[in-house]
């Protein structure tokens, strides 16, 4: 029976709770192996485990669970060892990497911030900010609508000019909030929303970094700022070749 | 896809924010080569929203109506609203009904224009104003 794991945490660190069940259908008990000082959280990996809403909510519930009281590593989705052995294995093969990721994240926890534009709020703004958008849409309407061509026209002016509006929000956001947090960790760029960045915060000082987010939203009202958290440190366990430098403070150094 | 009102949820377990966490759940998080993954095929999708805006055509149309229908709905000047519209027509009898409203409608976007533009900016985004303004224009009829 191969094993699914889904974090890594210190063997001091309380248990996690006696009917805690993870992935699969019915849900797997979860059970922790102790390897020295560490111990990872795992359980049995069912057959043909998919990335399906139950288990990844199963996931991310075992995660919040097992790291309510202390610092957990979280694996990413779907990490199936091909038994207990592996995994203790691991643990016991890279030990000092995990604890001194453990003692790094100790006490932080993730929020992570995605922001959109309320469309017609933003819509406003380009309109008031930019005589040439005005000018073209007062054109259009008095013209019935516009043709074609104008109608183009008008709609390739005020794309460009929202998205000049997303760049710069996005660096509003980061910046607003980056001053709370302990680390930063931009996520990829999507279509879905102008800026998705993750930061690493103080358990005790979340208040304050909601705060911040909440004066954000106050200040400026077309920005739609969605905030997740506490949540595992997903974002921060490894600090990954791909993360330009200086997005990482505070982490970098650790890794050596 | 589900609009969540911005709290945080204790834990971040909660199914709501589901959609907002998937993509740490499926793309952080540490990974370790000595274990295999799940396969992910199919998993994109999910990450598709609808609120794309990309330089196409289609996009263009979208944004170019936006505004044709932003000012008329919650300009800076009250905009007629139904019930005005229906007024307007009365009183201009003869003229026909398209026209009347038509007209009326583009007399109302020069004005929002030309406040816009003497209120220096002072047109901020109001996004929620848009309730009042049929009634308020009413009272300033009568």
């Not at chain 1, 008031?128 to 958008?133: F, K």
């Amino acid at each position: 029976m191969s094993t699914y794991v889904y974090g890594i945490t210190a063997a001091s660190h309380p248990t996690v709770p006696e009917d805690l069940t993870g992935v699969g259908d019915p849900a797997l008990p979860v059970r922790v192996l102790t390897v020295g000082e560490l111990a990872a959280i795992v359980s049995d990996a069912p057959e043909g485990l998919r990335p399906k809403r139950r288990d990844l909510l199963a996931h991310q519930n075992v995660l919040s669970e097992a790291g309510a009281d202390g610092c957990i590593l979280p694996m990413r989705f779907g990490s199936v060892a091909p038994d207990d052995d592996t995994v203790t294995g691991v643990l016991a093969e890279r030990s000092e990497h995990y604890k001194e990721r453990l003692r790094t994240l100790d006490g932080k926890v993730e929020y992570n911030v995605k922001a959109t534009h309320d469309e017609e709020a933003v819509l406003h703004r380009v309109m008031s900010d930019n005589p040439d958008v005005r000018a073209m849409t007062e054109a259009n309407r008095k013209a019935g609508g516009g043709s074609y061509e104008d109608r183009l026209r008008l709609g390739e002016m005020v794309v460009a000019a929202v998205k000049a509006r997303e760049a710069e929000d996005a660096g509003l956001v980061q910046s607003a909030l980056e001053p709370l947090a302990d680390a930063i960790s931009v996520g990829p760029e999507s279509s879905g929303w102008l800026a998705n960045v993750s930061f690493l915060v103080e358990r005790d000082s979340a208040a304050s970094f909601l705060e911040a987010v909440d004066e954000l939203r106050k200040a400026h009202p077309h920005l739609d700022l969605r905030v997740n958290g506490p949540l595992p440190p997903y974002s921060f366990v490894d600090p990954g070749p791909a993360e330009p430098a200086g997005t990482t403070v505070g982490i970098d150094h650790a890794e050596e | 896809m589900t609009v969540v009102p911005a709290q945080q949820g204790g834990g971040g377990g909660g199914s709501s924010g589901l959609y907002d966490v998937l993509e740490l759940v499926l793309d952080r998080g540490l990974v370790i080569d000595a274990f295999v993954r799940v396969s992910l095929v199919g998993i994109e999708i999910l990450k598709i929203d609808v609120r794309v805006v990309v330089a196409s055509v289609d996009t263009y149309l979208r944004f170019a109506e936006a505004c044709n229908r932003l000012d008329l709905e919650s300009g800076p000047n009250k905009s007629p609203g139904l019930p005005d519209v229906v007024g307007s027509i009365t009183e201009s009898g003869a003229r026909g009904k398209s026209k009347g409203a038509l007209s009326g409608a583009a007399e109302t976007i020069s004005d929002a224009f030309k406040q816009a533009r003497e209120g220096d900016g002072q047109s901020e985004s109001r996004p929620r104003a848009r309730k009042s303004t049929a009634s308020r224009r009413k009272e300033e009829q009568e």
